[in-house]
């Protein structure tokens, strides 16, 4: 039988052409059969994924647009009248004249946007004629000068890397920081010329932009001056007007010398610490700072700050623990039970922050590299809402802060296609209403007939902010279902529903595209068609949403326990699309589609998004966010990680997340997004030890040993940010970065069934087969 080319296509992109993944392929008509779906109608969404997967090059012109208040862009699913030059939007059915410019349109000439495989389309959106050249990128970068020499002397070597990778024309800026906030003046090139901030109290923007000399820059009103032409252009202002600009932001061609010599000075902080205290490190005031002068400077414009920073902020706005090192840095417990002094003031100054941002367009990331907390709790709302990168490592000389810092600023195929300036609008059918998103991005607050009741997530629009987004950006949107008296007539049923997302962006080549992607999926009786349901199910994306809505349940309510939902909607799910005869477990069974959830479920109870008891706040915080904002694939990594065996006896293959994997001539590589293992079982590491691979007699050992690196180095190779590599021997200390994550078959009370070579695990944690005979017992009860 010939393969079918779209299932192979599907195969190599999980995702497809759209790069849209829903929970249910196949919605139910009603709210009440949605309810009993158990897990949600929702969409994960990557807005800018690669061009290079799109069926047709940007389209160079504007597209048409349906009349108000729908405002649909012409797709594929449009009925078109050739003879009478009319189109019917399949969203709200209105009828639309074609403009003049589509009078050639006929049945053998037609559009791209309307071909069938198009239904995802980028427009170029051109400017007037004689207007500015685009804009260039701006790299603000923030640098904690509260860190040893050594630590220091890492980023001075990633930021000279970094600075020869930015293209000429790109604007930098520096500022660094530790008891005092210093920005640094690169257009006064003769000599070092510093404004400095006092690092103990909040200044708010205009204060700052009094100090540098900008006031009234980026207002509405602030006078520019006139263009003469000819001359050069930023912005579409002239230098002269841009003085204030050129002072702090310069093009890395003209400041590139300056800025290795001021590398080259910077030196830790000389403030002293005395003994039993911590550095004085004022981490707020320097992003507010950094946010003030892109503010005055670069508004609207695509700009990043990005903060390099290696501890907890002690003083000032954003402060999350004081001096005293008697003073512990906030942990979980600590938030629970609201013994955490300065978690809401700093969480406050941050949302604060992030508005800021958010208004001006632009982005912060944060690097932080060091062994405590630096404040990634506190500032998740300001780098998730302007679409932060962030990265978190042990030190700065750490591979896991030095590549993924290079990745930011690297071309060709290793590009993150850094973008800004992003809007998300959705249309959708009458009866769908959009309940909210979970991502990074910020409401917009566009209200309409199209909003939902209940909200999740940032609700209550139909139109979102992206301040930065890349190729991997993905957002999850919410959906409710709320059929309208008359679509629920026989007669008036559409068989068909669609749901259009629109997203503007500033491309990284700085031009402004629009990206349109046009979804059709089919309506059923989910009362009486439950078949259609189970084949339109997709569990990696429902496993993905489901771990995505606890995690946000879990920072919004205090008493939420996610494990026990976890449970009783994995029990609800199975009583409902399960094939069983009642109270007869043995008589269970699952359909193919649903058949890996239960182990998903399985796996998310144990994971880290659930169980945050080992890790700490700034932890939690950060595989949050990178939960929130990864694509499908890589979140299922996250919840579930695969598993590779490598041995003499096959060749490289997937085994089952299992202690019972474990065998002493096998090595095993760990993908678990976060970090990748590779496992040498006891036989295999005792003859590397022995330097059996170094022997000409055996090759095929040593080729053995280097497999699983290529394969490791292949995945790390394409993440961002870049995962720990980790590898160790069986019994090695290190070994249980791969034992955490092994379903618990074999432990200390079933240690006389292990294999020889084998391994057991020191929990009482429940064994998935245990797991299943509970859900199979309680599902066939229902």
Not at 391 to 417: A, M, N, P, Y
Not at 454 to 469: D, E, F, I, R
């Amino acid at each position: 039988m010939a393969a079918d080319p779209s299932a192979a296509a599907a195969a190599a992109d999980p995702d497809g052409p759209d790069a849209v993944r829903l929970t249910w392929n196949a919605w139910p008509r009603s709210k009440v059969e949605a309810s009993r779906c158990v897990v949600p109608l929702a969409a994960a969404i990557s807005p800018v994924r690669s061009p290079e997967s799109l069926a047709s090059p940007p389209l160079p012109y504007p597209p048409l647009r349906c009349k108000p208040p729908c405002s649909a862009l012409l797709n594929p699913f449009a009925r078109v009248d050739f003879a009478a030059k009319i189109w019917i939007c399949p969203l709200c059915f209105s009828r639309n004249h074609f403009p003049p410019h589509y009078a050639a349109i006929s049945e053998s000439n037609v559009p791209a946007e309307l071909f069938p495989q198009c239904s995802t389309v980028e427009y170029l959106v051109a400017g007037a004629p004689g207007s500015p050249a685009p804009p260039p990128p701006v790299f603000l970068f923030v640098i904690d000068t509260c860190v040893i020499e050594e630590e220091l002397e890492y980023v001075k070597l990633s930021m000279r890397k970094a600075v020869a990778l930015l293209p000429e024309h790109a604007l930098v800026g520096l500022v660094t920081f530790g008891t005092q906030v210093h920005l640094h003046e690169l257009g006064f090139s003769d000599l070092s010329k510093i404004y400095v901030f006092r690092g103990t109290k909040e200044i708010s923007k205009e204060q700052i932009l009094d100090q540098l000399g900008l006031a009234g820059a980026g207002r509405p009103g602030f006078p520019k001056m006139p263009q003469q032409p000819g001359g050069p252009q930023i912005n579409g202002m002239h230098p002269t007007a841009m003085a204030g600009v050129n002072r702090f932001l310069l093009p890395v061609s003209e400041c590139e010398c300056t800025l290795s010599t001021l590398l080259d000075e910077l030196q830790p902080d000389q403030w002293p610490v005395e003994t039993g205290n911590r550095a004085i490190r004022c981490t707020g005031v320097a992003l507010s700072v950094a946010a003030g002068l892109l503010g005055a400077c670069m508004p609207g414009t695509g700009a990043r700050i990005i903060a390099l920073l290696g501890g907890p902020c002690t003083e000032g706005p954003g402060m999350i623990v004081s001096k005293d090192l008697s003073e512990p840095v906030r942990s979980h417990k600590d938030l629970d039970k609201d013994a955490a002094p300065h978690f809401q003031k700093a969480v406050k100054f941050y949302d604060g922050l992030a508005k800021q941002l958010v208004s001006q367009g632009h982005v912060l990331d944060v690097f932080a590299s060091a062994l405590d907390q630096v404040g990634l709790a506190e500032m998740k709302v300001a780098i998730e809402r302007t679409g932060g990168l962030v990265v978190l490592s042990e030190s700065f000389g750490h591979s896991v802060f030095k590549d993924s810092f290079k990745r930011i600023f690297e071309g060709g195929e290793q590009t993150l296609g850094l973008s800004f300036n992003g809007t998300l609008e959705i249309n959708c059918s009458k009866d769908i209403k959009v309940q909210g998103v979970i991502g990074p991005c910020t409401s917009l607050e566009k209200k309409g007939a199209l909003c939902a009741d209940t909200v999740v997530g940032q609700g209550n629009t139909t139109a979102w902010k992206m301040c930065g987004l890349d190729r991997n950006t993905s957002l999850t949107v919410f959906f409710d279902v709320s059929p309208s008296e008359r679509s629920s007539q026989p007669g008036h049923q559409n068989p068909h529903l669609y749901i259009q997302f629109i997203t503007s962006y500033q491309h990284s080549e700085g031009q402004m595209r629009i990206r349109v992607t046009t979804i059709c999926r089919k309506w059923v009786d989910g009362s009486t068609n439950t078949e259609e349901l189970v084949e339109g199910f997709d569990q990696e994306t429902a496993a993905v949403v489901l771990a995505r809505y606890i995690s946000l349940k879990m920072e919004m309510e205090e008493e939420f326990d996610a494990t026990r939902w976890l449970d009783r909607s994995l029990i609800r799910l199975c009583s409902r699309f399960g094939d069983y005869r009642k109270d007869d477990p043995s008589s269970f069974s699952l359909h193919s589609n649903f058949s890996l959830f239960p182990q998903f479920i399985f796996n998310l109870r144990r994971s880290q998004f659930v169980q945050v008891f080992n890790n700490s706040p700034d932890e939690t915080a950060y595989f949050r966010m990178l939960l929130n904002c990864e694509s499908i694939t890589n979140s299922v990594a996250m919840i579930q990680p695969s598993l590779i065996s490598f041995s003499f006896d096959s060749p490289p293959s997937p085994v089952f997340l299992d202690v019972a994997s474990i065998a002493a001539d096998r090595i095993l590589l760990l993908d678990a997004y976060f970090s990748v293992v590779i496992f040498h079982g006891m036989t295999i590491a005792q003859w590397r030890n022995m330097g059996y691979q170094n022997q000409p007699e055996h090759q095929q050992f040593g080729q053995l040993l280097q497999a699983p690196h290529e394969e490791a180095q292949i995945i790390i190779k394409g993440r961002f940010p870049v995962p720990r590599l980790v590898v160790c021997d069986q019994h090695g200390s290190q070994a249980r970065f791969l034992l955490a994550k092994l379903n618990p078959s074999a432990t200390y009370n079933s240690a006389h069934d292990v294999a020889p070579g084998s391994d057991i695990i020191f929990t009482d944690d429940v064994s998935f087969q245990v797991f299943c005979e509970h859900l199979q017992r309680l599902a066939v009860q229902s």
